[in-house]
């Protein structure tokens, strides 16, 4: 009998566990946009979950999200992409603007990007569960591999003016070994891409300015030939000044 009730009890916490993320999931699909109807966002998620269940946990590649990449385009203005690295927590809060005043879009203004920001899964061999904890963090994890995917995508997609904010307090504000370094960068292209404009960001913990050879050289290597580059010190303040929804001032005009 305990046996039983043990197993009933296992049973509905992992099926619990399960409904949890896959109903989360559906929600933000539901409240990102009005249109979104429940099988839609059903059809995603279905298309989602193929990329790692029943997969070992640390071998999803960007590849096995191609279907969902495919299934979801971006419908964003691709001359209004805002690409970012270590500085988070203030793009988003920068670029947070209602619909009619926004003038750039991170990845996570876009679908997937929106229901998936700060979730964690992953599935394990041999079962047909997504699990949102207990799941290790390595290269091929399903949450790496799928950011990898969906920047490479996003970075692909943009036209135009390209901005990328990055952080003037880290010793190395194009991290080679971050997303914007080893994925976006290289999928600009000319002449899609016009000019990419660096926003370094400035505070009290200064390292780095935009003379620094971390971007005059490594990060102008990295970039299309053809594809003009600027860079501009901003103060954080002054971006959160241009962040406040009472500012007149326009996204990118505000910062440049
Ligand atoms: N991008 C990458 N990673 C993202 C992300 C996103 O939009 N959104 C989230 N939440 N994450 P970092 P980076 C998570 O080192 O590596 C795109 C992932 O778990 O500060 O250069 C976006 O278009 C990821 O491991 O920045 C942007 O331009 C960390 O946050 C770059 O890639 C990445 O944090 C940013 O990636």
């Not at 399960?18 to 249109?35: A, H, M």
């Not at 969906?150 to 943009?158: D, L, Q, T």
């Amino acid at each position: 009998v305990f046996a039983v009730i043990f197993a009933v009890v296992i049973w509905k916490v992992l099926s619990n566990q399960q409904q949890t993320f896959s109903r989360r999931f559906i929600s933000k699909c539901l409240e990102y946009k009005k249109d979104n109807n429940e099988s839609y966002c059903q059809q995603i998620f279905h298309v989602f979950e193929k990329a790692y269940i029943g997969k070992p946990m640390c071998n999803v590649t960007m590849e096995d999200y191609d279907d969902l990449m495919a299934m979801v385009p971006f419908d964003h203005p691709c001359h209004q992409t805002m690409l970012w690295s270590k500085t988070n927590e203030l793009v988003h809060k920068y670029t947070a603007k209602d619909e009619d005043k926004k003038d750039c879009f991170t990845l996570e203004d876009t679908l997937l990007g929106y229901i998936l920001n700060d979730e964690r899964w992953c599935g394990k061999k041999g079962s047909n569960e997504t699990f949102d904890n207990g799941c290790d963090d390595c290269a091929n994890s399903a949450v790496r591999s799928f950011w990898d995917s969906a920047s490479a995508e996003f970075a692909e997609y943009a036209c135009g003016n390209v901005t990328v904010m990055l952080s003037g307090s880290e010793e190395k504000p194009f991290n080679p070994f971050s997303t914007f370094a080893r994925v976006e960068i290289k999928r600009l292209k000319h002449p899609f891409v016009k000019k990419l404009n660096v926003i370094l960001v400035t505070g009290n913990k200064n390292v780095s300015n935009c003379a620094a050879d971390n971007l005059n050289i490594d990060l102008q290597k990295a970039l299309d030939s053809n594809i003009l580059y600027s860079c501009n010190e901003v103060p954080e303040s002054r971006i959160r000044e241009c962040s406040s929804s009472s500012s007149d001032n326009t996204d990118v005009g505000c910062v440049a």
